[in-house]
């Protein structure tokens, strides 16, 4: 495990794990929050079986040529459900767009939330008819264990377990199965993902079929994060950052090129982007603001703050 660039904790001792277990597991996630800002989880309980499908389903997706692959490409929804194509979101910071194209499944509600019509409907695939419908069983998975996640976090944050429960319930999820397409010729300068933070709550993430992905530390270093097979990667994303007024920080990443050599391999990797509704509240936890630690944010609501973000990374016009 020495040679491990992050922590990895086991959720299993959170979830079923007895009054000491559960501190514990609290207090090995809020460290690596702090020190790394991403951690390694393993025993998450999301089926190994289904990961596995979306995976294929997924492959054979972004396999089809683009006539068909653009069918799916919805005006009008930044890119919110169904496919976007090549080189269209970029970081911030950043005019070059990413050498990616992804697939987005999003939520969807079974007990009558009005909430609902607030949600476009998933976009099924003719071809892959069992692509939407994988995605929508995983993306309940990732639903249960970010939710155990948060309550974690909600724990370390002293707000009470249940803080993030009904503000998730029905939130704005993303499941997105991003395709980086073998690389060709000599990027313009642009790389697979450039760095970036994640607009979300937490970010599970799947292990990806290749390396690349990158994380910034607290000193400025750029550490290679390689997960283990069976083990999500979770990260903090700018909403949580928000809340807590930069007590947990978001965290910085990136997915770069591999070496010239590998140049021909695709990569392929499964985020699932922890939304809220987009109602929550974000204003910053009274307790996080201190003289040491001065109010760095006015309140916004999630949904404000997602629509401001999309527009800045191109995918909302």
């Known amino acids: 495990m020495a ?15 007895n009054d000491q277990q559960r501190a514990e597991f609290v207090s090995q996630l809020g460290d690596a929050f702090h020190k790394i800002g991403f951690v390694g989880v393993i025993n998450h309980g999301i089926p190994k079986s289904l990961i596995d499908s979306f995976y294929t389903n997924a492959k054979s997706f972004f396999a089809h040529s683009l006539e068909v692959k653009t069918k799916y490409e919805v005006p009008g929804l930044a890119g919110q459900r169904g496919y976007t194509s090549f080189g269209k979101e970029h970081a911030k910071q950043s005019n070059v767009g990413d050498l990616k194209e992804f697939f987005q499944i999003g939520q969807t ?8 019509s607030e949600y476009p409907d998933n976009v099924s695939t003719t071809e892959i008819p069992e692509f939407t419908e994988t995605g929508d069983k995983l993306y309940k998975e990732f639903e249960k264990a970010g939710s155990e996640l948060l309550k974690a976090i909600a724990i370390h944050l002293n707000i009470g377990e249940n803080y993030f429960k009904d503000k998730i319930h029905n939130g704005n999820s993303i499941l997105r199965a991003i395709h980086y397409p073998p690389i060709t010729e000599e990027p313009k300068n642009a790389i697979r993902s450039e760095q970036h933070e994640d607009i ?88 996080c603001v201190t003289s040491e630690n001065p109010l760095h944010y006015e309140p916004i609501t999630a949904g404000e703050y997602l629509d401001e973000r999309l527009r800045e990374i191109g995918l909302k016009k």
Not at 3 to 17: K, M, Q, T
Not at 109 to 116: A, E, F, W, Y
């Open 109 to 116: 509600v079974t007990d009558n939330d009005p909430i609902k």
């Open 3 to 17: 040679n491990r660039a992050i922590p990895l904790v086991d959720l299993s001792s959170f979830v079923n794990g």
């Open 200 to 287: 979300n709550l937490i970010t599970l993430l799947v292990g990806a079929s290749a390396g690349g992905l990158q994380v910034l530390t607290m000193e400025d270093e750029w550490l290679d994060v390689v997960p283990e097979a069976d083990e999500i990667v979770i990260n903090v994303g700018d909403m949580l950052q928000r809340l807590t007024n930069n007590y947990l920080k978001s965290t910085t990443h990136r997915v770069v090129n591999p070496p010239r050599e590998e140049w021909h391999n695709p990569r392929l990797s499964i985020p699932f982007f922890l939304h809220p509704r987009s109602t929550m509240d974000l204003t910053c936890l009274a307790d």
